[in-house]
């Protein structure tokens, strides 16, 4: 458990790159962050392809940058073909894992079920679950969005018991009908939805255990123009990145804007 209050920045990179794309990309992004200043304290992770983990791997202990996966399994072992385990990630470095992202969830039919397994299994193997939330456009309109949520976040944790010295557990607020779109809800509508989440969690866990063990982050159409406007908001406390982060000058200019607020937080 790292128990600091320091910024997450998270790239998903989704199914966008192929091995050596990914390699290169992450490459360039590496390059770019030793040269910046202040990063203490700033976690700084990306989440590429399972192909192109192996490679990439090989540099994490020299990097600054941590290694997430996009998926995982609740099983460690067994006839589960194409499935890939806990300790499988953990083998390729990986610290994180994004688990129901809302693209599964629409494509692969994920259910919060299957999200609260995964959850468990990625626990056990001490890896962070970053656990992806949110709303669709239908369940907005009929004003439904703080309901989905917290049965969302409650499904996925109930009844996994977290005691103080945890893995670092992170929750994605990422509504669903602003991924890709290019335009971010408000900053402050977002802030808002942060809070009904820790509220959940408080209704789950002492808050002790909720405020050293979660993070809880925004992902939308974020890019370098607005993330400042999230970062500030006092129960924001990082962003998942999806299109902007698959360029180079995008992300790290995300990053310096995090560099900026973290030293106000
Ligand atoms: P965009 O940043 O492309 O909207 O994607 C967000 C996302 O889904 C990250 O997991």
Redo the contacts with the bound molecule.
Sequence with gaps: MTGTKSLLILA?WKMQLNNAESLALFKEIDEELKGLKNTEGMGVIICPSFTALPEIAKLIPETKIKLGAQDVFWEQVGVYTGEVSPEMLKECNCQYV?VG???RRTYLKETDEMVHLKIKATLASLLSPVI?VGETFKERQLGRKDYVVIRQVTQALSGIDLILDSTQLII?Y?PVW????GQAIDSEEAEYMHQVIKQSLIDLYPMKIVENCFRIIY????NSQIVKSFLVQPHIDGV?????SLNKEEFIGIIKEAIKVQKFK
């Design positions: 998903n994004l992202h809302s693209d992806c994605a990422e602003v991924i890709g779109s992902g939308g159409s974020i998942l990145v999806g299109g902007a």
